[in-house]
């Protein structure tokens, strides 16, 4: 695979890493032992979760993945010829060195032109919503994991790779012990969930005030949070309409009525207007949410409504929430998306580019993105391919 060289630093803001048979438990503790597990089912390998076999992931050791870009066509230009899922994806490769490790990822990188990226976990999605009535064993999970990956993806590898630890908001105390941790070992980011948090006392979002003393170590660290799309629960709900109990799973055939409902984007819709009518940014105005594979669609249609809502009652906020919104958030939209509308929504500086390399869905190429630019002003592709992301971690332009 080969890019050409554009010519300045390419800052690829979605990249994923596969995670180890071991990742969630080399560094469990031992209490906690059996919690999570493998097991065979005719002949496949599946993740089981405090006794329950997953289907989330089809294969959850990774030794076997989807080809990388497989649904680019998908996405980009539909499926007229009705094709099922299986048909789109294809059949799967053995997992690369690249996928598993940071060294060979890094000469993978120099292959695609890119130099620098945010390496984001793929199995972990899984954790938080599987373990939202236990918040202390998810919390566990979740160091062992970060602990996993401290070691197998360092947070900053070489100035170049920045792996993102996770963050589960339920416990307050845990979740600031656990970002203690993270900025000992260097991280610059953090990865968050868009969905509520699952404390001892049920579901509440984590933009209200009793979530305000980890807040306020998030914004004196000055460390950047990224909320990536993962498995939020917003299942159960269209699992309410559909009249099933049927676990999300990331490549199953879709329903009609529950992929309508996945497309509007409910769940990072209201995480953002959580944060923004909670008053999180007007608590904390230094916080910098990164949205990362979370689409853009709907951003002009959640600013109209914040918009109306701030016009009926103006004294419930500090400010306009579309001032807010372009202020605190940067925005990557989805490689099928025409960024151009959104670069004349927020400005070209709140604008990212990520790949989602290697997963199926995202860019087999990624640094083709740059096409999808065309029409821009140079300075303006520069931003989005490298620049603000470069900016938003302070690394400086090493390439």
């Known amino acids: 695979m080969s890019s050409p060289n554009l010519g300045f630093p390419v800052f690829d ?52 993945v989807g080809r990388p870009g497989a649904q680019e066509e998908y996405f980009k230009l ?10 789109i994806i294809g059949r799967g490769i053995d997992c690369p060195p690249a ?16 130099q620098h990226t945010v390496m984001l976990p793929t199995l972990a999605s899984l954790v938080e919503e599987r373990m939202r009535d236990d918040p202390e064993l998810c919390a566990a999970v979740i160091h062992a994991l970060n602990r996993w990956m401290a070691e197998e993806w360092p947070f900053t590898y070489q100035n170049r790779i920045f792996s993102t630890p ?13 970002l203690e941790w993270v900025l000992a070992q260097g991280a610059r980011i953090i990865l968050m969930r868009p969905a509520p948090a699952w ?25 950047l949070v990224v909320i990536h799309a993962s498995d939020t629960g917003y299942g159960r709900y269209s699992n309410e309409w559909e009249g099933s ?26 995480a953002v207007s959580s944060i923004i009518a909670h008053g999180l940014l007007t608590r904390f105005p230094d916080l910098r949410f990164a949205l990362i594979e979370n689409g853009a669609g709907w951003v002009p249609g959640l600013l109209n409504r914040m918009e109306h ?56 190429d990624p640094v083709s993105y740059v096409k999808e630019l065309q029409g821009l002003p140079d300075e303006d592709v520069r931003r989005i391919m490298g620049g603000n992301m470069i900016g938003l971690l302070g690394i400086g332009a090493t390439v």
Do not use: C
């Not at 404390?199 to 460390?223: C, H, K, M, N, T």
């Open 13 to 64: 803001a979605d990249n994923h890493l596969y995670e180890t048979r071991d990742a969630l438990t080399r560094y469990l503790p031992d209490r906690y032992k059996g919690a999570i597990d493998f097991v065979d089912v005719h002949g496949r390998t599946k993740i089981v979760v405090r006794g329950h076999i997953s289907d989330y992931i089809p294969n959850p050791t990774f030794d076997r």
């Open 78 to 87: 539909g499926n007229p010829d009705g094709k099922s899922s299986r048909e």
């Open 99 to 114: 996928f598993r490790s940071a060294e060979p990822r890094l000469a993978l990188m120099d292959e695609q032109g890119v």
């Open 166 to 178: 996770v963050i589960t908001p339920g416990l307050v105390e845990k979740a600031i012990e656990e």
């Open 199 to 223: 404390g001892f006392r049920g579901p509440r979002s984590f933009a209200l005030p009793e979530y305000d003393q980890y807040w306020a170590r998030v914004q004196e660290s000055g460390i």
């Open 245 to 270: 109990q049927q676990e999300t799973r990331a490549f199953a055939e879709p329903k009609p009525f529950s992929q309508i409902v996945h497309n509007d984007s409910r769940d990072i819709q209201d």
């Open 309 to 364: 809502t701030y016009d009926q009652m103006p004294q419930m906020f500090a400010e306009r929430p579309s001032a807010t919104f372009k202020r605190s958030f940067w925005m990557h939209p989805f490689h099928e998306e025409d960024p151009r509308q959104l670069v004349a929504l927020l400005g070209a500086d709140h604008v990212i580019f990520g790949s989602d390399f290697p997963h199926v869905e995202g860019l087999a």
